[in-house]
């Protein structure tokens, strides 16, 4: 049964940084593609970041180029997203997701979600 538990949201400051953590199982996640998309309520979702099946090729939405950084630690079986000069425009919910056949580009409709964790940007 494939799980995915997302940890590591919460309150951060503009400029701060956070670091969230996607908590996999039923799957081993360095075989699949699997990353973040974030939705706010009301808005439509919005790709992250993700990464691909076995090859570790990052992808990265412009808006979070160069700030965000996603990894993947099969040992541990999780997948996070280091998060860097964070702005008021990040703060919302973030989900983890994978999926059998799409790529990177399609992250915010892949099949398979979490429940999100909150980022809350403020000082």
């Known amino acids: 049964q494939v799980r995915l538990v997302e940890s590591g949201g919460g309150l951060v400051q503009p400029g701060g940084s956070l670091r969230l953590s996607c908590a996999a199982s039923g799957f081993n996640v360095h075989n699949y593609v699997i990353g973040w998309f974030r939705q706010a309520p009301g808005k439509a979702r919005e790709g992250v970041s993700c990464?691909?099946?076995?090859?570790?090729?990052?992808y990265y939405a412009d808006s979070v180029k160069g700030r965000f950084t996603i990894s993947r630690d099969s040992a541990s079986n999780t997948v996070d997203l280091q998060m860097d000069s964070v702005k008021p425009g990040d703060a919302t919910v973030y989900y983890c997701?994978?999926?059998?056949?799409?790529?990177?580009?399609?992250?915010?409709?892949?099949?398979?979600r979490g429940r999100g964790t909150q980022v809350t940007v403020s000082f």
């Open positions: 997701a994978t999926d059998t056949w799409r790529q990177c580009s399609q992250v915010e409709d892949f099949a398979r």
């Open positions: 990464i691909s099946a076995r090859a570790d090729v990052p």
